[in-house]
């Protein structure tokens, strides 16, 4: 069996009752495990006794007690993370205190592992402790194929704090996307609800018209605003996106229903349809990368010990600087933040 366990609840989280978060995270636990657990205190919500229906909260720190492998022990062995896996991990720190740890997290690494998932960042997570008396615990999450700036606490104090600041919404997150074709207005925002697709489809969430939202079970408001940096006619555009609300695959759902997905999206955008509509596959396209083009490019929250805002920023990953070269974009031709300077907004 595992040892006792402690781990944040993260923003994309809260909301979720305890047993169907708990067996999201170890889907061989039965319920009645799970209950039983709760009923002997053996499994905690920040220190104290609960019921298996619990909702959780951003920032609450779960308790988990010692579990058995859903497999053979050899087989669910902790994977081997070579010494060149390690250092490309530390090569991607952006900033690093004794609070805090910030990466460009490359494209194509997920954040948790999964089924048929070798390598993931909390299996890295050990190459990242450096001086902490612990490895780096994730309070926010980011997309497999998306890259770009991701927040690590390098303390139990510090993943309150933060877990916090994503739960009160006081973290400025700007993503930057290539889409299909050229949203009008320029500038707008996007408020279609989400809700899991049915069993069967994979992680996958469907919009909800913002009137159908109360009436679907399931669903959740998610808001996202949007800004058109450049583009090229009506084929393709450079947009910054802020998830004002943190759902999964907010920003890919989102900009799907709007009829403009994002570039390398096969789940939620149609290649066939960015051939036909941008011509990726004939002037245009030659040369664009088929993967996601979605990327994580600013932070900015308050620090956890000090309070004072922070900010960080990461360079495009490989396949979009290649894209926006081809293009002709440019990174510093993008204001920090497009919507603070045409609007006024923090």
Known sequence: MSGVRHVTVTEDEAGQRLDRWLRGKFPHLPQGRIERMCRKGELRVDGGRVKASRRLAAGETVRIPPLPPSRPPEAAAAPVVGAGEAEAIRRA?????EDILVIDKPPGLPVQGGTKQRLH??????????????????????DKD???VLVLARNARAARALARAFGNRDVRKIYWAAVAGYPKPAKGTIRYGLVKAPTGQGEKMLTVHPDEIEATEGARRAVTDYAVI??????????????????THQLRAHMAAIGHPIVGDGKYGTRGREKRETGWGSALGGDISRKLHLH???LSLPHPTTGRRVSFTAPLPGHMRRTWSYFGWAEN??????????????
């Open 296 to 298: 994580a490019r600013s």
């Open 146 to 148: 998306t890259s770009g």
């Open 333 to 346: 031709d993008a204001p920090a933040d497009p919507f603070f300077r045409e609007e006024g907004r923090a």
């Open 230 to 247: 450049d583009h090229l006619g009506n084929r393709v555009s450079w947009v910054a996106l802020v998830p004002v609300t943190g759902r």
């Open 93 to 97: 720190v952006l900033y690093r205190d």
């Open 121 to 142: 960042l909390d299996a890295l997570a050990p190459a990242l402790q450096f001086d902490a008396a612990e490895p780096p615990r994730l309070v926010h999450r980011l």
